[in-house]
């Protein structure tokens, strides 16, 4: 395992930095931007891999990786695939309402993506999972919004905080519904030498 000033979290997302922390991978923070407007006629599958190596190679950029000391950074994205279209994070209480009464009583996808990159080398790996969310009633769906947790999360929820009790099933990955696959994270990071264990 590398050591703890080796690995970059290309993220602001505090559940990101959590599920690392869950897996025992010591790592700090690299401010990134990157345009995460998606292209003409782009699948959401390609759009999710294409942001999470979009960030590990800005966060690489800002870092001057390659720099000979085995630092890597690690970039993610995360959206919700429903019916063919991208559901992202609201960016207002009308989106977020939006979004949940589309997802009421329907099963939709979360596709995750993982990305690492030392400057030179970028891999990624992209998890799937089916999630079936019950029917929602429209005075749940206000009282949900009134929280402010739906703000900053792909589809206006977060499976791991009040929108849970909407969650009626997964098939999948628990991680990558809260933003970050585990399983990939450690493939990836097993092949640039730096694994969980």
Known sequence: MRD???????????????LLDQIGVPHQPVESEVDEAPRAGEPPASYVERLARDK????AGVLGL??????LVLGADTAIELDGAILGKPQDPGGA????????GQEHEV????????GHTTESRLSRTRVRMR??????????????????????????GR???????????????????????????RRFGAGAF
């Open 56 to 59: 590990a190679m800005a966060g």
């Open 4 to 18: 703890s000033s080796s690995l970059y979290l290309a993220s602001r997302s505090p559940r990101r930095a959590e």
């Open 163 to 189: 929108g849970a009790v909407f969650v009626e099933r997964i098939t999948g990955s628990y991680s990558a519904v809260m933003g970050l696959p585990l399983y990939e994270t450690d493939q990836l990071l």
């Open 135 to 160: 029917a929602l009633e429209a005075d749940e769906i206000e009282a949900y919004i009134e929280t402010g947790e739906p703000m900053d999360k792909a589809g206006a929820y977060a499976i791991q």
């Open 97 to 104: 309402r939006r979004h949940l009464t589309a997802l009421s």
């Open 111 to 118: 596709l995750s993506a993982v990305a690492i990159s030392d």
């Open 66 to 71: 390659p720099d000979g000391r085995g630092t």
